[in-house]
């Protein structure tokens, strides 16, 4: 099929939204209203007419309109009996349109997710497989090229339809290429909850043609999965988004995204991600079909290198089988017959209690969890099923099966959507029953343990193991369809503890196989159930023999362990002696002569002193609520605080708990901070938690102890607008125990004196961002000191510098003044304060290090270069920019690293990458769907094309009748750049300049500070700095747009950092920055374009409101790069 | 040798390209970089820039 093995593959556009376009009458539903799929019977022509439109437009591949004609969906209309005419006249319909437009193009049966849930009990999976089958059953028949399991929403759904359709395709003889699309909510997950990561693991078992995305959002809200799926998934990638994310306007749904921004959109993803299949979901049209095949004509998809690990999954998350950090440890203490407790629960039919050793599992460490539910008179099937569905529900780790027979096992894989691992197999009765499990594994997608016992008893030496491991694996492997990775060989652990001769080299020869099988098993893994290796000896002892044993065994090769994970003892915190009687009996070596490994290893512990036991917050647990206390402020953790209060509460006064548990453990986090290894977001959560506890202790505090403490007066001083550094410091200070009074921004110095005598502050702070900022807080302090105020003062923001503020601040107050670079420096200063040790900052010409001042060293600025002709002279307003337009301009590292504050700090890469990847990225995206969602960005542009002409170091603009002088500063130094000189002097014959002011609206700002005030200090940040960079990406799209307009937007930058690094003809400088930093040229410029039709306006300072807007002068100057004065 | 990339406004530093702007040589690994080195966009110090992979 020569459409299938094409590079690109282009299906079609939307069905539903389409129809409703097409105004059919009502008359062709009948007495079936609302039931599109009806219309392949009643009304074929509109639907090929459809089909054709798409084929017209250039569609490869058609989806058949058969979203909900599976029994369960047509049932709710009564035509659950005409499953097979509905769908073969869906195929027909199809058909007709190909034969009479494109030959060549393809069918696709669509088989929808139907309206129920299996993983939440809303139908049983026997009769939704029977439903799927009979689909897809009537679809191969009437002859679809391929199937589509499309807008999928639940794991167990995609599970059951996967089941379904190799099942009835071996049935009938005849095999279609199967895809998978899923939908991805809001949250970042399948409706259910589960994450891409986890559907992707409990697909990849199955031969599909490929695997993706459609439906729910716009292309841009794909990113971050499809970046996923085309850095992992083995095989090819589909992209079927919706012309954007639908708003409702006018009382009517409206897909904002036009065809051509569709088309570009998609077209970067083939280009840069490798996505090789796509097409469009609701509110796509012909139209965008049309755009979409002309934007790929001559495209190639990015080459991919995907790396797909192996994993298992829970319904949420997926868990890789070879960890960073070996080995998966698989949580051994929900089984029936290794736990009195689990067996207790169990007998007593307790499954919330069986539950909870699971979830205490989960809280230790246990990457997943083992459920084994055999014991003599209970119905091991009926426990098994039930405890899974309940585990499938509630973890977030996935479960292994732990059962031998068959019918449990089957029962148990149909009820879990992940994919699961089955514990075990062997070759005792001579391969039967390993037959029936393999397949079983390979029909379900699960992997399977196996262990190394054959027919005649358990594998010994280290012959015989392997030998038994790779019969298994060729009959697993050769005979049953299995992958290498499917399987996990466990060759056997005995006790070296019950002084049994011939187990004596038992430990020895475990390890030994286990290097083996990985050499010469290659892609398979190796378990192991650790705990057998010390049967027999003291529970003490047996801690620390297994994390040893464990340890070896992982340096061996080891991948997965059964373990009970909170005793599990980090080989580096195992004292040397313990460790070198744990060696010497595992490798049987005699240290002396005449004393066995085991008597030596005996004698050792039994003179020893308890071990500690991992903390955990349980009822034998040896964790105090301090210590709870503390590690929940560390660990940002919110979850049962008031509880732990209240517990608190009845052991020490409430100013204790504060000033003895919550202030240091937030100092505590600030150290972390300061030595990288806390990153800010993560810190802003901890303050979240000091700030509810110290809310929920506040009626507690006697009057006195409410007010103590050091009191500060934090302000944005007069004319600044600027305050998210000012907020960070009040975030930071006030859950330190300072009592912080914050009077907002553009604070008078007279206010500030007025309200620091009434409060009698003990420190005042004073913020401000902008140049004109720092003169101001310089020619206060003369004030302040002639209002009599002494106490030491801090200061802070971007524009100020340790030499200023020791040069010219110190020296005009009697007080300390004090610079700090940012809110843990303004933390450290009150700490200094409070051991008297604060003074004045001082400078050090001679120490100080000069920054370089980058750029060429010698440039003459040609003077011949063209004019472009503008496309107008004066100022337009425009007023209809899509926030989804400005997404892909965002800069992306600036937002995550620096404004945001996730650092690299001591992470690894591979740590940094996942926390990008599992953590900031969603949230990201998050922000994106939320903001468009609630309309909280305006992007907005005033901006015009103005005559000109350069007069020495000014720039002299003309408008109308009018002219606007601009004087630029010069550098001092070679090269001598000025902004003037990037225009053509009268002589010269004059020139052309842009300006712009951008604005993203008023309501992002305000929805910030709403945050903040409401003390949900991690939100506002991330809300506050993503309204910063879009009003940033806003700025460079619309430099993007003027550089088209003035025809010199050939030389497009490749990519975000083809951005930062200016690859476009000429440069736009911001009023303000280092190449125009006098903020008074504003004036002129709102002379110009009247920005206030905008909305924006200008504080006395020349500082523009709202605070989320920036304003340009654009330079077309081939050589017009930026540049310091 | 490893890349480094400014956490203020994105620009990386590859020792492979130097850094024509501040007079840097093709070669030269970013802990070499002299203390005085500002990033050659956005003039942000050393200590804004994380290591890359």
């Known amino acids: ?154 794991l167990q759904q995609v599970k059951i339809a996967l089941v379904c359709c190799f099942e009835e395709m071996e049935r009938l003889g005849k095999s279609v290429p199967v895809m998978v699309s899923l939908t991805v909510e809001n949250t970042g997950t399948m409706l259910v909850g589960s994450d891409v990561a986890a559907a992707a693991a409990a697909i990849e078992p199955f031969p599909v043609f ?175 099923v039930a405890l899974t569905r309940l585990f499938a529900q509630s973890l977030k780790i996935p479960t292994v099966i732990d059962s031998t027979g068959p019918d449990s096992i089957e029962a148990a894989l149909r009820t879990h959507p992940g994919r699961c691992l089955v514990n075990s197999v062997n070759l005792e009765d001579g391969g039967k029953n390993l037959e029936r499990i393999c397949r079983m594994a390979k029909k379900y997608g699960a992997a399977v343990i196996a262990l190394t016992i054959n027919e005649k008893g358990m594998a010994m030496s280290v012959e015989e193991k392997v030998a038994t491991a790779r019969a298994i694996h060729d009959l697993a492997v050769g005979r049953y369809g299995l992958r290498p990775s499917d399987l996990l060989f466990d060759v056997l652990t005995f006790t070296v503890g019950s002084g049994d001769p011939s187990l004596a080299d038992a430990a020895k020869t475990t390890l030994a196989a286990i290097r083996y099988v990985k050499a010469e098993l290659p892609g398979t893994f190796t378990s192991l159930g650790v705990s057998n290796v010390s049967f027999g000896l003291s529970p003490r002892s047996r801690r620390v023999l297994n994390s040893v044993f464990l340890h070896e065994a992982v340096e061996a090769g080891l991948d997965a362990a059964i373990v009970d994970a909170a005793k599990v003892l980090p080989f580096v915190r195992i004292p040397e002696e313990d460790r070198r009687v744990c060696l010497d009996l595992i490798y049987n070596r005699r240290k002396d002569p005449q004393v066995s490994p085991l008597a030596d290893f005996v004698r050792h512990f039994s003179d020893k002193k308890e071990a500690g036991s991992k903390p955990s917050g349980r009822e034998e647990s040896a964790q105090s609520p301090e210590e709870r206390l503390s590690e929940k402020v560390v660990a940002g953790d919110k979850d049962g605080l008031e509880d732990l209060l209240e517990i608190l509460l009845t052991r020490r006064p409430a100013a204790a708990i504060i000033n003895e548990l919550l202030v240091p453990a937030m100092r505590h986090v600030g150290d972390l901070f300061g030595r990288g290894e806390m990153l800010l977001p993560f810190v802003l959560q901890s303050a979240e938690v000091v700030r509810q506890s110290v809310h929920h202790l506040e009626p507690h505090l006697a009057g006195e102890e409410r007010d103590a403490g050091r009191k500060m007066l934090l302000a944005t001083v007069a004319g600044d607008v600027h305050d998210i550094g000012k907020n960070l410091v009040d975030i930071l200070l006030s859950n330190n125990g300072y009592k912080v009074y914050n009077l907002g921004i553009k604070v008078p110095a007279e206010t500030i004196i007025e309200k620091a005598l009434e409060y009698a502050v003990d420190v005042i702070g004073l913020s401000g961002l902008l140049v004109k900022s720092a003169i101001v807080m310089q020619e206060s302090m003369p004030q302040y000191a002639a209002a009599g105020l002494t106490v030491p003062i801090l200061l802070g923001g971007a524009a100020l510098t340790e030499k200023f503020v020791a040069e010219c601040c110190v020296p005009g107050y009697p007080g300390p003044v004090v610079y700090c670079a940012d809110a843990f420096a303004g933390l450290a200063a009150m700490r200094a304060l409070e051991s008297g040790t604060l003074a004045s900052t001082r400078y050090d010409a001679g120490a100080a290090v000069q920054p370089l001042k980058p750029g060429a060293r010698s440039e003459r600025i040609s003077r011949d270069h063209p004019v472009p002709v503008p496309p107008f002279l004066g100022a337009r307003r425009v007023t209809d920019i899509g926030a989804e337009t400005l997404f892909p301009y965002i800069n992306e590292q600036a937002l995550f690293r620096g404004r945001w504050g996730y650092r690299r700090g001591k992470l690894s890469a591979a740590e940094y990458d996942r926390l990008i990847r599992e953590k900031v990225r969603p949230m990201y995206e998050g922000l994106q769907r939320r903001t468009v969602e609630e309309g909280l960005l305006r992007p907005e542009v005033a901006y015009g094309y103005f005559r000109c002409f350069s007069d020495g170091d000014t720039l002299v603009v003309e408008d109308g009748g ?29 020139d052309v300049v842009s300006f712009f002011v951008a604005t993203v609206g008023a309501r992002i700002g305000e929805s910030a500070h709403e945050l903040f005030s409401a003390d949900r200090y991690h939100d506002y940040l991330m809300l506050h700095a993503f309204g910063v960079e879009v009003a940033d990406a806003l700025a460079e799209y619309w430099h993007e747009v003027i550089r088209g307009e003035l025809g010199i937007g050939g030389q497009k930058p490749e990519g975000p950092g083809g951005y930062v690094v200016q690859e476009y003809q000429g440069s736009r400088y911001g009023f303000g920055y280092p190449s125009c930093p006098d903020l008074s040229a504003h004036k002129a410029v709102f002379e110009l374009l009247h920005p206030g039709e905008i909305g924006v306006t200008l504080t006395e300072a020349m500082e523009m409101v709202p605070e989320h807007t920036t304003s340009a002068i654009v330079a077309h100057h081939p050589q017009a790069k930026y540049f310091a004065v | 040798m490893k890349k480094y990339i400014c956490a203020n406004c994105g620009y990386v530093y590859d020792p492979e390209k130097g850094d024509p702007m501040n007079a840097i040589p093709p070669g030269m690994a970013f802990a070499d970089l002299p203390e005085a080195w500002v990033c050659p966009m956005c003039y942000a110090a050393k200590s804004q820039f994380d290591e890359l992979d």
């Open chain 1, 962 to 990: 009018k002219r606007h002088a601009f004087p630029f500063p010069r550098q001092s130094a070679p090269p001598h750049l000025c902004i003037a000189d990037y225009f053509k002097s009268r002589e010269e014959g004059g």
């Open chain 1, 1 to 154: 099929m020569g459409v299938l093995n094409g590079k690109i593959i282009v299906f079609d556009g939307a069905c539903g939204t389409n129809l409703q376009r097409m105004h059919l009458p009502a008359s062709a539903w009948g007495r079936y209203a609302g039931c599109n799929e009806y219309l392949n019977l009643s009304a074929p022509d509109a639907i090929s007419e459809l089909h054709g439109a798409f084929l017209a437009a250039g569609s490869m591949v058609l989806e058949t309109n058969t979203f909900g004609a599976s029994d369960i969906v047509l049932a709710e209309y009564g035509l659950q009996d005409r499953v097979e005419e509905i769908n073969a006249a869906a195929v027909e319909c199809a058909r007709v349109a190909i034969r009479r437009h494109q030959p060549d193009a393809l069918v696709a049966g669509a088989v929808g997710p139907t309206t129920k849930l299996p993983s939440l009990g809303h139908i049983p999976f026997e009769e939704m497989a029977r439903s799927f089958s009979g689909q897809i059953r009537a679809l191969v028949t009437a002859g679809a090229d391929l199937l589509l399991i499309e807008t999928c929403q639940d």
């Open chain 1, 210 to 384: 490929s695997i993706g995305l459609n439906c729910a959002t716009g292309p841009e809200g794909m990113k971050s999965h499809i970046r996923y799926l085309s850095r992992r998934w083995p095989g090819r990638v589909s992209c079927i988004p919706n012309a954007g994310m639908p708003q409702v306007i006018d009382g009517r749904t409206v897909y904002p995204l036009a065809p051509e921004a569709f088309a570009a959109q998609m077209k970067a993803f083939v280009e840069e991600e490798g996505v090789s299949i796509v097409g469009g979901c609701c509110g796509t049209t012909p139209e965008h079909i049309r755009c979409l095949a002309k934007a790929l004509s001559g495209v190639s998809p990015a080459q991919r290198r995907p790396q797909w690990e192996p994993s298992l999954s829970s319904l949420y998350q997926a868990v890789e089988i070879r960890q960073e950090i070996p080995p998966l440890l698989i949580g051994e203490r929900a089984n029936a017959n290794g736990s009195r407790r689990f067996r207790d629960l169990l007998l007593a039919d307790d499954y919330p209690g069986a539950l909870k050793v699971a979830l205490e599992q989960q809280e230790d460490g246990a990457h997943a969890v083992d459920l084994c539910t055999a014991y003599a008179g209970r119905d091991e099937k009926a426990d098994l």
